[in-house]
Structures are given as C-alpha cells and as structure tokens.
C-alpha cells in the first residue's frame, strides 16, 4: 500500500487553541518536535496568554481574522507545507501519544485517520450522557447515510493528506453557508471530512485513542446549534451530495514554492 515516497512525507500539525494557556503549557511540551515538520498554533483570539506563551516558546502562532472554527483551518491553507496534516486540540483531550502512529498510518496509504474515542474499549472521560448519545447518534446516521464504517466521525484529532482538503471540496463557503445561516453559527470541517471520505470511496482508518478529561479551560461546544447543522449538512449531501471526489485539487502556490525551490 506504500512506498519509499509515501514514508517521506512530511506532517503538518495543526493545533487548535482558544483561551487554553493551562492545556498548551502541559500538552505542547509533549509533542516531540521530532515527530513533524511543521506545527502551527491557530488561536481564535486567546486573552488568557496562550498566545504569547506559544511565541516566547517557540511555535509558530496564527491568530485568526474571522472568528469560527472551519476559518481556524481556512486562513492557515497557503501556510500548510506538510503532504499530511495532523489537526488537535491542547486542551488535553487529544493524548499527543498517538501522533506518530495516525500520522505512519496517512504515511502507509491511507487518505483519512481519525483518532477514534470510542473504538474497540477506548472511551471518553469528556462526554456526558448528551455529548455521548449525539456522537454516537451522529456517527450511527453517517454510517447509514453514506457508507461508513466509523466509531466516531466527529472528533477533530485525525491525520489526513493535505490533498484531501481539495478533493473533498472543504475548502469551499458553499459547503457550509446553508447550513451555518439556517441555524446561526458557524461549524467546523470535521464531521463533513468523514461524510465525503465515506461516500467519494477514499481509504479510512481509524485507531482507538480514547480521549482524556480536559486540562483547564472551559469548552467551546454549542451544543443544540452545531448539532442541528451538522444533522443537516448529513441530510443534505445524502440528497445533494456528490459522490465522485473533486478533480481540482489545486495546490496553494506558497506549497508550489516550497516543493519547486522557486
């Protein structure tokens, strides 16, 4: 399933943060800066010092224009310069453990990875009974919908190939807008990724990482509003949706840069 090509593939990650200083301090010093290429944090407009800790260490911080997390991801494409992204939050609930081994399997030939909380005996320390029924709920109407196999569709801690973002058209206002203006907010890419990785046939795996109890901070989730528009946009594609990955794929041109020395 892969050769000498693959294995040297680099790894972005991707490392989502608002208002987080007490999980980036514990959870940023245990990425081995060994494990990838590049790590971008991507803060939605911190006020609590995540910002700051992040530069005075090191990392290379965006801080978003927009606000919503599907922009978090948009605004940072042309800087992305690794074959395979790797996407987390430091809130603790995504164990850093498990980035060499989702990464190795994008590596080995498959096209999406996820970090799955509830395959085989992994758990979550994190859900309650609603979080837990709606992931379990929303994975159930994915795997019915559209083909999947999945114990968890939702989650935000996977590794993928960059090129997926293309040809699953997630970079794309019309994949969302309908969905965020019916129901007044605005969503992220995650559960629409594992919708089209399902009905476009591209190569899925899942590991069962679990998910620990958060370290500090407070969560960000709107429940009834994210809810209902990711329910949705799984109807939607189930009646609209494409089921032929896209063609276009463009590459960003900093990436044409970086890969041609221009």
Known sequence: MHSDATLDMRLTILA????????VRVILPRIDRAWYD??????????DGTIEWCREHGYEVHVQRRRGIRFAYLEVLEKISGDVVLTLSPDGNCDPQWIPALADRVKQGYDLVIGSRYKADAK???DDILTGFGNWLFTRTVNVLHGGSYTDCMVIYRAF???????????QDESYELAERLFGTIISWEPLMSVRASRRKMRVDEIAVGEPARIGGQRKLQLFRWGAAYYFQFWHEALYGRKAASERAPVPAKIKELETGD
Not at 16 to 23: M, P, Q
Not at 161 to 171: A, F, H, V, Y
């Open 16 to 23: 989502l943060t608002l208002n987080e200083i007490d999980g």
């Open 38 to 47: 590049q790590l971008i944090v991507v803060d939605g407009g911190s006020t």
């Open 124 to 126: 979550s320390d994190d």
């Open 161 to 171: 190939r960059r090129d997926l973002i293309w040809q699953l058209d997630l970079d």
